[in-house]
């Protein structure tokens, strides 16, 4: 029981952080050794992510959205051209689907490796380099056994396998920012920490959300017009860019992805009253509401630091695309730290006390979230690195590389979702069949324009439909095959060579006049 005085802390006092008593044997390390432990876990946090998604890569079974649309991207940056996409549409910026500037950091190595890999392969580290800062936390406030826990629960979690599986995607740069930020916040230092929240503005739209819920803690916690200040600046900028910003770019001149925040009832006071059932309805939501804090065995949800999720769970759960309720994709990544953070914070109370009770529940918490952990392994990508099929090369893998080989450097090409990162880093591609139509990404049953790229590569037989169920994007295998064959009879192209359900057309003349 704490006395008088430490009953009357206020929200401001900066109780000093100690180690776990009944840990404090093996956390007593000599100066320099812990450090080397967590960039320790981080090297090989990054050659397992890299291995998994550097296999994808090689056995076709990335995609062009959206590997191949953030390579055309860095791309046109290390040109010093805009950050055009042609896969995304016909002279479209990037910049205008999504508010990623970030991107640009990635010019110079990929104009020295101009490769997905290079993509793949800086999102490994970034991924990565975010445990460094969790387990040095965990190990100040809980011990450095804990802080292996941390590290491994972090490491293996399913929202960072999930962005590891599935192509490259921007917000690996947010997860490492958001890691610093909440070592920082934990560790009181509120100006450490709006430093390091800050640049999510240059990572995507929403992020300013994230910088706006950690300036709201440190009002809350610590100097009162810093945090105000900082909420502040989140929701100006992320205001900007889903209004000014993203507009600007948009070759339409609105917000791409405007459908997916549509009022989900007739009027708005009727959608704001039923927001909160919305957001756990259908169950998946639910489901992915538990299971994001499940890895910290929901213990973090006792730590007010766990309140920075809100804002991406709140528009992720509130959102009409389906893709953004469940656990696949990249969208769980940036809330792995928070998470992991949350778990320290709301463990360190019992840490500080001596009672062998509150000792045992700190070790029962950690080897329950590391548990749960390794339950939840099998069920996401990372798995992958103990199949078999990882590590073979299939007939349809090698006959997709010796037809892609025979199109030239420089060339025009119309490639299969799978594809299209085979042949982004040398030549230009857009999906075949034609998507999007007139850049819009949610309207597929208008018809479809002809191809006009030089080749066109077309496979029937992927090796991984996932997301997507097999035969449906972008349009239906039935359409999928139309297209193909009015290539041939209408289009001007001819049948170069086909082998495993891959074929390579050339287009020979040019397309007759249709009316």
């Known amino acids: 029981m704490g006395t008088i005085a430490d009953q009357r802390v206020g929200r401001r006092a900066q109780p000093p952080i100690t180690p776990v008593p009944a840990l404090s044997r093996i956390s007593r390390v ?3 050794r812990p450090a080397l432990l967590w960039w320790g876990w981080a090297a090989a946090l990054f050659l397992l992510y890299a291995t998994v998604s550097g296999r994808r890569q090689a056995l076709v079974r990335t995609t062009g959205y959206d590997l191949g649309i ?46 997905p890999y290079t993509l793949l392969v800086a999102q490994a580290a970034l991924l990565a380099l975010a445990v460094v800062p969790l387990a040095r936390q965990a190990a100040r406030v809980l011990g450095r056994r804990a802080a292996h826990v941390v590290a491994f629960a972090y490491g293996l979690s399913w929202g960072i396998a999930s962005a590891v599986g599935f192509d490259f995607h921007e917000v690996c740069f947010a997860v490492p920012l958001v890691s610093c930020a909440l070592e920082a916040l934990a560790r009181r230092r509120w100006r450490r920490a709006i430093a390091w929240a800050v640049p999510l503005l240059l990572v995507k739209e929403d992020l300013g959300l994230t910088l706006a819920a950690i300036g709201a803690y440190v009002a809350w916690r610590g100097p009162r017009r810093l945090g105000i200040a900082a909420a502040a600046t989140g929701l100006v900028g992320s205001a900007l ?53 499940a890895p910290a065995a929901l213990i973090a949800l ?16 509130l959102s009409t695309n389906v893709f953004h309720w469940g656990t696949a994709f990249h969208y769980t990544a940036v809330l792995m730290p928070v998470v992991f953070a949350a778990l320290t914070d709301a463990l360190r109370p019992y840490a500080a006390e001596g009672d062998p009770l509150t000792r045992r529940h700190v070790r029962a918490s950690l080897v329950t979230a590391a548990a749960v952990t390794l339950v939840l392994i099998p069920s996401f ?13 299939t007939a349809h893998v090698a006959a997709v590389r010796a037809l892609l080989r025979r199109i030239p450097d420089g060339a025009t090409v119309a490639a299969s979702n799978r594809l299209a990162p085979q042949l982004t880093s040398r030549t230009t591609v857009v999906l075949f069949p034609t998507f999007p139509v007139h850049w819009k990404l949610y309207e597929t049953d208008g ?36 297209e193909y064959a009015l290539a041939l009879a209408k289009y001007g192209y001819v049948r170069v060579a086909e082998a495993d359900g891959v074929s390579l057309l050339r287009r020979t003349e040019r397309p007759a006049r249709t009316h």
């Open 70 to 115: 953030f390579e055309q991207a860095v791309r046109a940056y290390a040109h010093l051209h805009a950050p055009v996409s042609a896969l995304r549409g016909d002279g479209f910026n990037l910049l205008g689907d999504h508010f990623h500037p970030v991107l640009a950091a990635l010019a110079p190595l990929y104009r020295l490796f101009p490769s």
């Open 241 to 293: 860019e889903f209004k000014v910003l993203m507009p600007f770019f948009n070759p339409s001149g609105t917000y791409a992805h405007a459908a997916n925040l549509a009022p989900a009832h007739h009027s708005l006071l009727t959608t704001l009253a039923l927001a909160p059932l919305d957001a756990v309805r259908p169950e998946v939501k639910a489901t992915t509401l538990v299971l994001v804090f």
């Open 447 to 482: 018809p479809v324009p002809r191809p006009t790229a030089q080749w066109i590569a077309y496979d029937r037989v992927p090796p991984e439909s996932w997301p997507y169920p097999p035969g449906t994007w972008p349009y239906p295998a039935p359409r999928q095959e139309q």
């Open 30 to 32: 000599r100066i320099g």
């Open 302 to 317: 006792r730590s007010p630091l766990a309140l920075i999720a809100v804002p991406t769970l709140g528009w992720r759960m």
């Open 381 to 393: 990508p990372l798995a992958q690195i103990a199949h078999r099929s990882t590590w073979r090369t």
